[in-house]
């Protein structure tokens, strides 16, 4: 469990605002993150710019709103439900004008109650309630406090080290591939601009350069750049190794001491690779660029790879705190009209969900996926995306958010190209061909018009080998039930 004052910052983005307000006004997305967290057998998917316990936690608390008010109001219409059959019977066989107004005033008391009801939920959860999410009022203390929310439910996926993909793709819960580069150089060509006698190359490991980056990226200062060091394996491969899955029907661990880690590395063992993961929130988290750098060394040779993705906003149905219609006496009068006609269907929906409510949450039999998984050795824990990435748009929501993925991208492409030139520089290896590729790499990057996103290729040369990979956007989705 993590800290107040993370528990706090974790929700203190524009993502989190409109989904939690989401959940308040339309429950749309509260069920699908019960589902999509309910798989005791999946590794968990970095969730980039969302706490996804937090909306599942609020979405609880919601329930529990709705259950108290359900309870009280399920009694009450059974009552005028009850009282209303009987007067039935009586005007069946007394034929009485009494009887008869006695139940045309039951009838009116009802919808009555009910058009109230559906009134006072409306407003007080989309003019009451919802002005804690506008924009300009957003306080994650105030929604805590008003809630209360608690943290207790939170884990850190920030803290893991470790990364179980199940797709394709081992970069998974970053939105689209937008393209890369990679290039190789000869570790043994000496830098010929300086003295002849300095110039034997001195020997490095892969992760002296991977802590250069890590200086840059600090030394970059830009707010919401961040960058850690991941490793990725996938979900197939890890049910004989023991440091990540106990036993079988073990949840999988992904927060492993990194001594353990580097140990498939000593051992060559290709199924586990480690990446820098460099990563810039934009537009208040709304926006998520992603850098994965890879390097590894070959007897003589350097090899380095860059692979980019962008994590687009949060789809406008999602977002309907931002437009919801100001409170004036035209929606007050659209609302009374819209609560006297949904009276009816309202009550029995209240009815019907109270009823659900007392059933167990979890009726599931895992015994079958326990045997499943017990009988299939190749078993696949890993996870195929994110609850962010699934709920994202296709499209940018303004072009000025286009322009500024394109200005990210080459900012910290330059920085990533310089860091590197000059690690080498200071090992005396040779970075004239990188230098000679560096303005191709730059100027062929990420073209975005119109909202779409397109990557252009990049020709081979020789010698150090500059590639931009045109891979189309990766869309696969988890399924949330």
Known sequence: ??????????????????????????????????????????????????????????????????????????????????????????????????IGTLLITLIFCGWGIAANRYYMRIYEERYILGELFKKNQYSPYEIVKTFDLRNTRYTNSAEHNLIIYGGGSPFIGVGNNIGGWSFVIDLNRPNENIMASLREPIPFNRNELYEALHTMCKDLKIDGLLDKDYYFVDGKDIREEKPILPHALSFPRQKIPVAILENYSVKSDARVRKFKWIHQHLWNSNIVMSFFFYCDIKGNNLFVEANRFVLLPVDQQYCQIDRLTPWNPRTKLNLIITSILRAPLFAFETMVANSGSVLPENTFDFKIEQRAIEDNPKHNYGSSGSFREMISAKRFDNPFQALDVQMFTKLLERRILNSIMDFLDQHNIDTSDIKERQTTILNSGVMVQGGNITSDSIAVGTGAQAIVSNSPPSKERNKTS
């Open 1 to 98: 469990m993590q800290s107040r004052e993370s528990f706090l910052s974790s929700l203190n983005n524009d993502v989190m605002r409109v989904l939690l307000a989401d959940i308040l006004i339309n429950r749309n997305i509260g069920e699908s993150i019960k589902g999509y967290m309910n798989n005791l057998y999946q590794a968990e998917t970095p969730e980039v710019g969302i706490n996804l316990a937090a909306l599942l936690e609020f979405y609880r608390v919601v329930e529990r709103r709705d259950v108290k008010y359900q309870s009280t109001y399920t009694n009450l219409f059974l009552t005028l439900g009850v009282s209303f059959f009987c007067l039935a019977l009586l005007f069946f066989y007394l034929k009485s004008i009494f």
